[in-house]
């Protein structure tokens, strides 16, 4: 069964700089492209009100990011880990919210549990 367990997050100061992992259990993790996602604080998790961050093939091959973020953040994937990444450099104020990492297309059912980012003076 696959599962997506979610690590990495904390408090920042604006500048800062995080390294989310997303590690996934079972099989044909290199089967699918995979996404980042966040949840700002006070939006329920679902619809219009989840964000897309970022999202890379399933070879790793082709990368694509929210304007919000492109510059600042990179997305990178080691198949033969069953891991997905997240390096967050220049955190803003606006970054913060539970990142949650999903299929390209997600899967209701494969939501985890998210990791908190929190970026503040």
């Known amino acids: 069964q696959v599962q997506f367990v979610e690590s990495g997050g904390g408090w920042v100061q604006p500048g800062g700089s995080l390294k989310l992992s997303c590690t996934a259990s079972g099989s044909r993790f290199d089967f699918f492209a995979m996404g980042w996602y966040r949840q700002a604080p006070g939006n329920q998790r679902g619809g219009n009100q989840r964000?897309?961050?970022?999202?890379?093939?399933?070879?790793?091959?082709?990368?694509n990011y929210a304007i919000s973020v492109k510059g600042r953040f990179t997305i990178s994937r080691d198949n033969t880990n069953n891991t997905m990444f997240l390096q967050m450099n220049s955190l803003k104020p606006e970054d913060t919210g539970v990142y949650y990492c999903?299929?390209?297309?997600?899967?209701?059912?494969?939501w985890g549990q998210g990791t908190q980012v929190a970026v503040s003076p």
């Open positions: 964000e897309m961050v970022a999202t890379i093939s399933s070879s790793g091959a082709w990368t």
């Open positions: 999903n299929r390209n297309l997600p899967v209701d059912a494969l």
